[in-house]
């Protein structure tokens, strides 16, 4: 895909994913129960289960190891379609807003009578 600006930049120590962060999820995962709730959706209050070794069509685990919103910790195991639609939702507010601030204060009218 050309013109792509996704998450593909960078390593993924850069990106936060590195060493340190697989060895937070293994250490993690291991005191996870067989079923728990889903980090990113006890934020807001809509809560469901996940299982611990749910697994995606890919055969990867359906888990992330969601960071919060600062990136300085974790919030827990989430479920990935959670995860993403969060990742999601937070950068559309992010283009937005660089959106707005662009527009031009007055808008453009084909007709001034």
């Known amino acids: 895909m050309p013109g792509f600006a996704g998450?593909?930049?960078?390593?993924?120590?850069?990106?936060?994913?590195?060493?340190?962060?697989?060895?937070?999820?293994?250490?993690?995962?291991?005191?996870?129960?067989?079923?728990?709730?889903?980090?990113?959706?006890?934020?807001?209050?809509?809560r469901h289960l996940i299982w611990k070794h749910a697994k995606d069509k890919l055969g990867r685990s359906a888990l992330h190891y969601d960071h919060n919103d600062q990136r300085d910790g974790y919030l827990g195991f989430s479920d990935r379609v959670c995860n993403l639609r969060a990742g999601a939702a937070k950068g559309g507010r992010v283009v937005a807003a660089r959106r707005a601030s662009r527009r031009h204060p007055r808008p453009w009218r084909s007709r001034q009578w």
Do not use: D, I, V
């Open 7 to 46: 998450a593909t930049h960078g390593s993924t120590t850069e990106r936060g994913y590195g060493n340190n962060h697989m060895q937070a999820r293994r250490k993690a995962f291991t005191q996870l129960p067989e079923w728990s709730y889903c980090a990113r959706c006890g934020l807001t209050g809509r």
